[in-house]
């Protein structure tokens, strides 16, 4: 019986470790020739694969020799037909089109095309979390989200202002030092776009950590890949951030169980936004892939305990 489960054991392991390996050379098309003892395990252990694993060689060779081959326009158009899954035009052969040119489409973020890119990620944020606008909520500089996204659950409704000549605003300050707004008064705080327009924005995070209520709701966007504002805003213009640095700023005053930071937008995104295109240019599926290497808005929710 023991040697019986031994053998049992022997095959079992040999198995797992064979298809870790299958799908190890299958993954990395660079490999095209595996090594002979890759080959011979496979062999020994999972003969079935290996007769995949020539067939899925035999294809990633034809099609790069295909890509080495074919014309670039050809190729071209495979991707663009759908047919093609990859597609990186050769050293020479980028097609800039409209993006040859050293100014954007909009100075103004793409407000004048059908609205801003990064504005989609917000306000899908902001429906996502809806349910913690609610009570008594905080908004900087107007409180159109607070009502579009609170509604009937928001009791009070409070703006933070720098300028005193707003006079919608029911606080004028900087945010970083408010003592007149007192201690663990909101249930909501929606901060959006802001952050990066003040020097101590830690402070600025201690006091949204100071006036939330236990169990309040810090909702909070800032940019990352962005242009600098060229009009009022401009030489407040401070910081971007990362995922990174805004989980780690947020841990400082709130527990790191209860921060939750995405990021979103890729390389097309972030260049449609940076050019100035409009959120109706874009194309609508490609702002669902987010690539972490390309953050043009970064979201955090943070609940204070």
């Keep these: ?42 062999l020994t252990c999972a003969p079935e694969k290996l007769i995949r694993l020539f067939a899925k060689k035999a294809k990633q060779t034809l099609v790069r020799r295909l890509k080495n081959n074919l014309p670039d326009k050809v190729l071209k158009s495979l991707f663009a037909s759908g047919l093609a899954r990859n597609y990186t035009p050769k050293p020479g052969k980028v097609n800039a089109g409209d993006f040859q040119r050293v100014t954007p489409f909009s100075f103004d973020f ?16 902001l429906e996502a979390n809806r349910e913690h606008v609610t009570g008594s909520v905080l908004e900087i500089g107007d409180n159109a989200y607070t009502m579009r996204f609170g509604g009937d659950r928001v009791k009070r409704s409070d703006i933070l202002h720098v300028d005193s000549r707003n006079e919608k605003a029911t606080y004028i300050g900087d945010i970083t030092h408010v003592p007149e707004i007192p201690s ?36 909070l966007t800032v940019p990352g890949i962005s242009q600098v504002d060229y009009g009022e805003w401009k030489d407040y213009w401070l910081w ?14 709130f527990q790191e169980k209860n921060v939750h930071v995405k990021s979103y937008g890729n390389v097309y995104v972030a260049t449609a936004f940076l050019y100035g295109m409009g959120l109706p240019e874009v194309k609508k599926d490609f702002l669902f892939y987010h690539d972490p290497a390309y953050q043009v808005l970064i979201s955090a929710r943070a609940v204070k305990l």
């Design 1 to 42: 019986q023991e040697r019986s489960a031994f053998a049992q054991g022997l095959k079992i392991w040999k198995g797992y470790y064979a298809k870790k390996l299958y799908v190890s050379l299958v993954k990395d098309d660079s490999v095209l020739s595996p090594k002979v003892p890759e080959l011979m395990l496979l």
């Design 240 to 253: 971007s951030f990362t995922d990174t640095s805004i989980r780690r700023l947020l841990s400082e005053s």
């Design 110 to 125: 793409g407000f004048d095309r059908g609205g801003p890119v990064d504005r989609f990620y917000i306000e899908n944020f």
């Design 184 to 219: 663990g008064f909101f249930d909501c705080i929606i901060f959006t776009q802001t952050l990066h327009l003040i020097y101590d924005f830690k402070s600025a995070v201690q006091t949204c950590h100071r006036i939330l209520k236990p169990g309040g709701c810090l909702l």
